[in-house]
Each structure stands twice: as structure tokens, then as C-alpha cells.
């Protein structure tokens, strides 16, 4: 295989692509069943949610992956992501909708105390 020179996402997404393919192809009756039940579990989904969904399903998208599970948690109930208050979680501070209010300053960013 040759690769020209591409960025550095570019040649992580070639390789999990790659790594999926074969994972694929040792097993093609697993991706077939796995395959169907997404496509179960995607039609319980509100209609708004189902390409993050997906996204997060098919492509291997952790962005897209941590919006799914965070709203799925939350009973796809977007708002409710906001007011988490499962502080153990380890996605806890990778919530996503979060204003900007709820983020830590900038390190830059300089505080008066009274």
C-alpha cells in the first residue's frame, strides 16, 4: 500500500479504517448481527438523535460516541446533559451542550479576590 503524504488525521482515520476492514473480515457474521442491532436500537431512538446515533455507532466518532451515551443517559433529554450531577462519571467533564458559564476560566484569565 502506498500513501501519499497526508496529515496526521488523515493517516489515523486510513488506519482504523484499515483496522475495521480486517476486524471485519475474520468475523463478517458478528458485523452482520451487530449491524442489526444497531439498526434496532436506532429506531427506539428519538428521530432528532438517531444520526448522533449512528455517527457514534458506525463510524467510530468518541466525540460522537460521548454525545450518544451522554444523552442516552440523560433519556435524551439534552437540557439534562447541562445539569449532570453525576459527578463520578468519567465523561463528566466531557459532557457536551455544557454553557460556557459551567467551563473552567482560562488559565490566562486572572481572578480578584475581595
Do not use: D
Request: glycine share 2%; proline share 4%.
Amino acid at each position: 500500500m502506498i500513501i501519499k503524504q497526508t496529515g496526521e488525521k488523515s493517516l489515523k482515520n486510513l488506519m482504523r479504517k484499515q483496522v475495521m476492514k480486517t476486524a471485519n473480515l475474520q468475523n463478517p457474521q458478528m458485523e452482520l448481527l451487530r449491524k442489526q442491532k444497531i439498526a434496532a436500537r436506532a429506531a427506539e431512538i428519538p428521530k432528532k438523535y438517531r444520526k448522533i446515533y449512528k455517527n457514534a455507532a458506525e463510524r467510530l466518532n468518541k466525540s460522537a460516541a460521548i454525545n450518544a451515551f451522554c444523552l442516552e443517559c440523560v433519556c435524551w433529554q439534552k437540557n439534562e446533559i447541562i445539569n449532570c450531577s453525576c459527578l463520578a462519571c468519567p465523561l463528566f467533564g466531557l459532557r457536551p451542550y455544557t454553557k460556557e458559564t459551567n467551563k473552567e476560566p482560562k488559565k490566562n484569565a486572572t481572578t480578584k479576590i475581595h
